[in-house]
């Protein structure tokens, strides 16, 4: 029997399968022979395979990329929000923005929307027509590090205004957004 096209989770559910047929109390020879030649060739085929890649619960390398992305963002809207007076009332603008999502965590651009890039997780505040960003991006399934923006944020603009910052260190992605919430949010007393 070939089960090469088989996922692991089909093998195990073959394996327990048979079992609970061979259990039967009034099972046939041919269909206790049937079923133990199935058990036997769905666990060699999982034997063959060897251990899971990743157990059960493990995180992938890009979940953990982008857990620790979020923790960051996180961290330091809550930095932000310490040294600036962040409120939609203090803000001068009709459409104030909210500095984390509705969840208590980083909103997902519209970059990951459209598919332009695989992530795109951002904390922003706007006041008047500036709007400040620190933007985590995971660009494709090759990309294993992401990137960093942070400052200016010019609507339908790819890139970050002049004075921003775009590259692998979140820490100057940060103090670009720090710069200019310093020139465009008030401070805390």
Do not use: C
């Amino acid at each position: 029997m070939d089960f090469s096209n088989k996922t692991a989770a089909e093998l195990r559910t073959m394996v327990d399968n048979a079992a609970r047929a061979s259990a039967v109390p009034k099972a046939t020879a041919q269909r206790l022979a049937a079923a133990t030649a199935l058990r036997e060739a769905a666990e060699a085929e999982l034997a063959r395979r060897g251990p899971a890649a990743r157990p059960r619960g493990a995180l992938t390398p890009e979940a953990e990329l982008v857990g620790a992305a979020k923790a960051r963002l996180v961290a330091a809207a809550g930095r932000a929000a310490a040294a600036f007076d962040l409120s939609p009332e203090r803000a001068n603008t009709r459409t104030p923005h909210a500095l984390l999502g509705k969840d208590g965590g980083p909103k997902l651009g519209g970059r990951a929307r459209s598919k332009q890039v695989r992530r795109d997780l951002y904390i922003s505040y706007r006041n008047g027509d500036r709007v400040a960003a620190l933007t985590f991006l995971l660009r494709d399934a090759e990309d294993t590090e992401g990137s960093w923006e942070g400052g200016a944020v010019v609507p339908g603009q790819q890139e970050p205004a002049p004075g921003g910052y775009a590259g692998p260190d979140a820490e100057a992605a940060e103090a670009a957004f720090t710069a200019l919430l310093e020139q465009i949010a008030p401070k805390r007393d």
